[in-house]
């Protein structure tokens, strides 16, 4: 099983097949438009800016399962996105990404990065808070809240899963890394 054997839905509801992104860098983030994580979205358009046209693709996945944050239609949520941060980048009909009818994307992004490293005390202390009011964060794996990143390499692998609290913009080395050098540090 490879990334490239998924389908995902379009916020028009029509199936995107993942293997029409070979050969490029994926970023794939769960998202809400209500969470303290939010402005990330300033970091990843800004990410997607920059490395789009060598490669990069963000897929952002809509995501309601962590107290309610991404409320609304997704026609709402994208029009919410586009205005105030001004994203360009793939946005996908929300989905839920733990428990019984977690999107199968994410269980197999799960599988293939089970965990994350959390850096720094601050954000550790975070992580084991939201942790703790994670309602569908039921097994070690789970995606523990909004704004949880996985980053897929040209050939399809799973190489890194971000924790919530991970800024995009710290990202930036290791996406050079899988596009190919140095093509455009910040």
């Known amino acids: 099983m490879s990334i490239y054997d998924f389908k995902v839905k379009t916020r ?7 293997e029409s992104l070979k050969g490029k860098v994926l970023l794939i983030v769960n998202t809400a438009t209500g969470c303290g994580f939010t402005p990330q979205y300033e ?7 920059k490395y789009h046209e060598k490669g990069l693709e963000i897929l952002d996945f809509p995501c309601d399962q962590f107290g309610h944050q991404a409320p609304g239609s997704d026609d709402e949520i994208h029009t919410f996105c ?3 941060y001004n994203t360009k980048f793939d946005q996908f009909s929300k989905i839920e990404v733990n428990g019984e009818n977690e999107n199968p994307l994410y269980t197999f992004l799960k599988k293939e990065c089970p ?5 720094g005390i601050k954000n550790k202390m ?5 942790e703790k009011i994670s309602t569908t964060c039921k097994k070690d794996e789970d995606i523990k809240w909004n704004f949880t990143k996985f980053l897929v390499d040209k050939s399809g692998n799973v190489v890194k899963r971000y924790d919530s609290t991970f800024n995009p913009l710290d990202m930036e080395s290791d996406i050079l890394k899988l596009l190919g050098g140095n ?4």
């Open 12 to 18: 028009s509801g029509e199936d995107f097949n993942l």
């Open 43 to 49: 970091g990843l358009e800004k990410l997607y800016e």
């Open 82 to 84: 586009t205005s105030k």
């Open 126 to 130: 975070a992580m084991k808070a939201i």
């Open 183 to 186: 093509i455009g540090g910040r």
């Open 115 to 119: 965990s994350e490293e959390v850096i």
